[in-house]
């Protein structure tokens, strides 16, 4: 399958796992796809579909905690606590976006682009920039997914789903809310191409 690569360099980043009721909220060590298409709608105003994965060795997880300001009464709501991406040693978190192609894939449209990822972006965090970008070929593979794709979306991403792992990624729908989407989650028995999975099955040995 036919894929665009980009390389990003990340400041620091949070892409929180939503808890229900909690006050703590674990990150993410993949981008969803849900956060890829939300970044670049923001960045550039294109419809992209993609996954991306953060380089092994070049982040370490912290806590960072903050509160809520109700605007209205001007008080501080209780505070949240979540972990966060951030730089392993001096050069920054190395990173990598597969975007499916389409119309809007024009390698042009990402050179040396500036974008924002995650969440917590007021606080200066998800500061990205492409730093390269090629065209790839991945082989369809079986085997285990490492990637959060929306369910509905599958297909795009050449997968096919043989024993699913589900849960649900928040879709922004508007710049003033969203929706929950069902998703595959890591771990689910899938064919997809190579560069989206943990480890192929022996199955295609």
């Known amino acids: 399958m036919k ?3 980009l390389d990003l360099d990340i400041d620091s980043i ?5 808890v229900k009721g909690g006050i703590y909220r674990p990150c993410l060590e993949t981008i969803p796809s849900s956060t890829v298409q939300g970044a670049f709608k923001y960045a550039l105003g ?3 579909r993609g996954v991306g994965f953060f380089e092994a060795g070049t982040y370490e ?5 903050y509160s809520v300001k109700d605007k209205f009464f001007e008080i501080a709501k209780m505070p949240f606590t979540s972990s966060c991406l951030y730089p392993s040693g001096r050069e920054n978190i190395k990173a990598v976006i597969y975007l499916i192609q389409n119309g809007s894939t024009d390698k042009n449209n990402f050179q040396n682009l500036t974008l924002t990822i995650g969440a917590l972006k007021s606080k200066g ?7 390269n970008v090629e065209e ?10 490492n990637a959060r794709v929306l369910a509905s979306e599958a297909s795009l991403f050449g997968i096919t789903v043989l024993s699913p792992i589900y849960g649900y990624l928040f879709y922004v729908e508007n710049p003033f809310s969203g929706i929950y989407k069902r998703a595959l989650f890591e771990e689910s028995l899938v064919t997809a191409p190579e560069v989206f999975l943990k480890e192929a099955t022996f ?3």
């Open 136 to 145: 790839i070929e991945s082989e369809i593979k079986q085997g285990l997914l």
């Open 203 to 205: 199955y295609d040995e």
């Open 125 to 131: 965090f998800g500061k990205a920039r492409v730093v």
């Open 3 to 5: 894929l665009l690569k």
């Open 46 to 48: 294109i419809d992209v």
């Open 14 to 18: 949070i892409i929180g796992e939503r």
């Open 61 to 65: 997880i912290r806590d960072f905690t």
